[in-house]
């Protein structure tokens, strides 16, 4: 290759010499296996299970913090074979900008919203530096590892594949939904995006080999690339199609390069076409795969096939599209209102929060901006975003620099398809948030350590390279140092998420209960102090409040909620909980009722203007305002909330709300059958507002009926169904039963007051008990959603009564009862237990 280097021969050949005499620099022997060892382990990041917890990436990060530690310790121990390469490490320009960037990650801790949660943000970005230092220095001037590692990748590509498309297919011969397959496959990076981008990352290693490599070789890779290319197709994931694309004309056009360069146009040919081929036969595979999966659906799908995600990548209209514009939009009005610091590392998800107030429902949270960039720039303001912005920049420079030389033909490939790999990190940057996965981080460590150590190298085949001071030398000592003193507290701190997430699994899903069945003593016992928000970015002092709540430690529960308010203050999450507290200890403490009604409502007030959409928010304030009698106050939040989320259930508890206050105010507007026509004439076949009906039908009845006599009745039978509500609540359901009972006995047309006495003493499997109920109001002839026909026909059953039972179950089928379950559907319990 003497031939190429043109005015630089002279100095080419002692640089050469000058490096083989670097102690312990060989073509084998320790410093040939080690680096293959070390990325090997790495790249082993990719299969590190959940093992146990709600997020793979628990497990995954206290994986990176410990075999970044087992390598600084082996460089500490050969400290004589990578001096050099320490130093030249830490010499080059993209080095600095990320350690500048680095360092001003962690100045963020200072100002951010939560400096807890940035703190376990920020030992991910130790854990990544190093992993990138370690690699950097192993792979430093190594081109000759390039033929192994990128076939290690190949192979690792292939399994990942196989299991993919394994996947699907046996999810489709199934019928199981495509969203949900396809949602499904996404291996240990946490979702289906992320995962898909592994793949793509790992398509110019082995675009690589199929270039290097001979015949065989070239067969072999081109069949894993068919396999490759197939899985990355059905996972519809759109930025990772750009990604494919990208690469595929950026190879195509390195071919055309080498060809007006060598003439060589057999070679051109086979090359793209060894490329092409697999990817057409894949494109039609998966075409015909996904279409076929798609046409058996009976519901519609937000994915589709191949040609049809590809055309909604430019679609505006596209709904996923006008997510993240809306994302990017707000990451960008955050930067410029906070230019300096941003909100800090890894607090995007609460800064976030305010700008989803009337678009996500509840309280979901996007924790990211599915755009680093944009995140970078909010969390770390405009010079932090400058910062990364210029590390990226600085590859590009250095691949083109290395492209353009006459370097050796393999330093430019190196240099090359390591730059194709980070193109892929790119895109996937643009739309999603690689930067907190571990899977992604570690790749983007080594891709970027293997480009500069091209860099490196062709500077050195160049005699470019500037002779290693001795005080540079020492940067082995000081890497090695430091980098101890920052991966001990990452352990702490990365175990310490990895247990949260353990008891995150379990909690998470049992917040979802009413009430809750996990004990309260485990849960605030097993949960650590850190991190103090959840994967879905509520507080977990305020989680672990709502145990003690539930449990009566009402005391020791709004000490926590406190503590949730400070650990993410706009989500309102603590105040909600607050709001249901209070109220309870109006319901229970009547001498001092207005006093905590106050407070309920402030809390409940506050909650709900956070959160409008949010159906536990809105009706926890209803309930409080119903108690407090204030109908202009239910009008007011039923309107703010039908705002947003139009549907039945909005209507239902303006209703019921409304209901309960002017009954406890003694009356029974005729105003209220008005607005319950109007509900049902925009939801005309809802069961609840049919509901709602009947009961001021029956309420009008009664106050038409008794005057003179029926404030004390009904205020009565108003405190007794309180009562029942305060006590199914806390799960004491022989006690709800008997005040749902005892006001049903008060006002005898009060369909849920009894229709709920019939549900607790079925839930007690007092069956018998349970039917007469279902029978008094039945006998009402108000019910027409099919449920006590239902729970009846369960009870009979239950009793060994099947003939009965069956009866009924047939009459809950008659009338399209949705029991919330598929699997106990009434049509389901006919066939199982009638035959029918």
């Given amino acids: 290759m003497a031939k190429n280097y043109k005015g630089k021969e002279k100095n080419a050949a002692p640089a050469a010499a000058a490096k083989a005499k670097e102690p312990g620099y060989s073509a084998s022997g320790f410093k040939n296996v080690f680096p293959l060892v070390a990325c090997g382990l790495y790249f082993m990041v990719h299969f590190i299970g959940d093992w146990g917890a709600y997020d793979a990436m628990g497990a995954q990060w206290i994986y990176m913090v410990l075999l970044d530690l087992g390598v600084i310790a082996v460089l500490l121990a050969r400290r004589n074979d990578y001096a050099v390469a320490t130093a030249k490490q830490f010499g080059n320009m993209f080095s600095k900008l ?251 998800k609460i800064a976030s929060i305010p700008y989803q107030r009337t678009i996500t429902n509840d309280l979901f949270v996007p924790i990211h901006a599915h755009n680093d960039y944009l995140e970078v720039f909010a969390e770390l303001g405009i010079p932090g975003g400058l910062l990364y912005i210029a590390m990226f920049v600085c590859i590009i420079v250095f691949t083109w620099k290395t492209f353009f030389s006459t370097v050796s033909e393999e330093t430019k490939l190196v240099s090359v398809f390591s730059f194709f790999a980070f193109v892929t990190y790119m895109v996937d940057a643009m739309f999603n948030f690689p930067i907190e996965r571990p899977v992604s981080q570690m790749f983007f460590a080594f891709v970027v350590a293997l480009n500069i150590g091209a860099y490196f190298k062709g500077r050195e085949e160049l005699g470019d390279e500037k002779p290693i001071t001795s005080k540079a030398a020492n940067y082995k000592a000081v890497f090695a140092f430091v980098s101890i003193l920052l991966l001990l507290p990452s352990f702490y701190v990365t175990y310490q998420t990895y247990k949260s997430l353990i008891v995150q699994k379990t909690v998470l899903g049992d917040l979802n209960n009413e009430p809750l069945k996990l004990d309260w003593k485990e849960v605030t016992r097993d949960f650590p102090s850190i991190p103090n928000l959840s994967a879905t970015a509520q507080p977990i002092e305020a989680i672990k409040g709502r145990y003690l709540y539930e449990a009566g430690k009402w005391e020791e529960a709004l000490v926590l909620f406190d503590k949730g308010t400070k650990a993410n203050p706009v989500i309102g999450y603590s105040e909600f909980l607050k709001a249901g507290l209070y109220y309870k200890k109006a319901l229970t403490d009547t001498a001092n009722e207005k006093v905590w009604l106050d407070s309920a409502v402030r809390n409940g007030a506050y909650s709900f203007n956070l959160r409008p959409k949010a159906k536990t928010y809105y009706q926890t304030y209803i309930a409080i305002l119903a108690k407090r009698r204030d109908t202009t106050g239910i009008e007011k939040a039923f309107l703010e909330f039908d705002k947003y989320r139009h549907y039945p259930f909005g209507w239902n508890m303006y209703l019921l709300g409304m209901i309960n206050a002017e009954v406890n105010l003694g009356r029974m507007p005729s105003r209220m059958l008005r607005i319950v026509d109007s509900g049902l004439t925009i939801f005309p076949h809802d069961s609840d507002l049919v509901k709602r009906r009947q009961e001021i039908l029956a309420n009008l009845a009664i106050f038409n009926r008794m005057p003179g006599s029926n404030l004390n009745v009904i205020n009565e039978s108003a405190r007794h169904y309180a009562a029942g509500v305060a006590a199914f609540g806390s799960g004491q359901l022989e006690k709800a039963g008997q005040a749902f009972l005892k006001a049903a006995d008060l006002n005898p047309s009060n369909l849920a007051a009894l229709e709920n006495a019939a549900i607790c003493y079925f839930n007690l499997r007092q069956y018998p008990k349970a039917i007469s109920l279902f029978d008094r109001e039945l006998a009402l002839n108000l019910s027409g959603d099919g449920k006590p026909e239902y729970y009846k026909a369960i009870a009979l059953i239950n009793l060994g009564k099947k003939e009965d039972g069956c009866k009924f179950l047939q009459l809950a089928a008659n009338k399209k009862y949705n029991s919330g379950d598929p699997t106990k559907s009434p049509e389901v319990l006919l066939k199982a237990n009638c035959g029918k």
Avoid at 194 to 214: D, S
Avoid at 254 to 266: A, G, H, N, T, W
Avoid at 307 to 336: C, P
Wanted: net charge positive.
């Fill in 98 to 348: 990320y350690l500048a960037f680095f360092v001003l990650a962690g100045v963020s801790i200072i100002t951010a919203i939560n400096p807890t949660e940035s703190w376990v943000c920020y030992v991910r970005m130790i854990a990544t530096v190093i992993a990138y230092f370690n690699m950097g220095i192993l792979l430093q001037g190594r081109t000759d590892l390039m033929k192994v590692i990128a076939q290690l990748i190949a192979v690792l590509l292939f399994i990942e594949s196989v299991q993919t498309i394994s996947q699907f297919i046996k999810g489709s011969n199934e019928n199981t939904d495509l969203t949900a397959l396809i949602m499904s496959i996404k291996g240990t990076a946490g979702n289906k995006n992320i995962f898909a981008a592994g793949l793509a990352i790992k398509i110019p290693f082995l675009l690589y080999c199929m270039h290097r490599f001979k015949l065989v070789g070239k067969l072999v890779n081109t069949l894993i690339l068919f396999f490759a290319a197939w899985a990355i197709l059905i996972l519809n994931a759109r930025a990772t199609y750009l990604s494919l694309v990208l690469v595929l004309v950026m190879y195509l056009a390195f071919c055309v390069i080498l060809y007006v360069k060598d003439k060589k146009l057999d070679q051109a040919l086979l090359r793209a076409g060894i490329v092409i081929v697999p990817l057409v036969i894949a494109f039609f595979i998966s075409q015909i795969e996904l279409s076929n999966t798609l046409s058996a659906q009976q519901e519609p799908q937000s994915f589709g096939s191949v040609t049809e995600r590809v055309a909604s990548i430019a679609a505006t209209g596209d709904e996923s599209n006008q997510v993240r514009f809306r994302l990017w939009s707000h990451a960008v009005d955050y930067t410029t209102k906070n230019p300096l610091m941003g909100c800090g590392i890894g607090n995007w």
